[in-house]
């Protein structure tokens, strides 16, 4: 009996990149769907998820043509790939990891500050 071999895509693995992050904040901060930006560039919202969660690679002309979606240039792309501008996603991800290693404890604690703000 042979056995049927089962084609291992990109889209199989999730490989979250920085530039991921990086495209996701910025159709957000210009409050777009993923299926208008899909529209517009003419291609599947599909692709535009597996772009942002890490299931796509990301080819530079790829990154150009939904950066000019969006409304922001190249520039600013390397601007936040090089964090010379900030992402907030990126701030808040980092802080994600960071309280992954708090003890229960600490995130009361944590917690209870945050809350006075």
Sequence with gaps: MTQK???????DTKK???EALILKYMRESKKLSMR??????GISDAQINHAENGRKDLH???????????????????DFLTEKKE???????????????FSPEKLKTLK?????F
């Design 5 to 11: 071999r089962k084609w291992t895509r990109r889209s």
């Design 16 to 18: 979250m990149t920085k």
């Design 36 to 41: 208008k930006v899909a529209k517009i560039i």
């Design 60 to 78: 530079p002309d790829f990154i150009l043509k939904v950066i000019q979606a969006y409304g922001y240039s190249y520039k600013d792309f390397l």
């Design 87 to 101: 992402a907030p996603e990126h701030t808040l991800s980092e802080c994600i990891v960071v309280l992954k290693r």
């Design 112 to 116: 209870t500050i945050l809350q006075s």
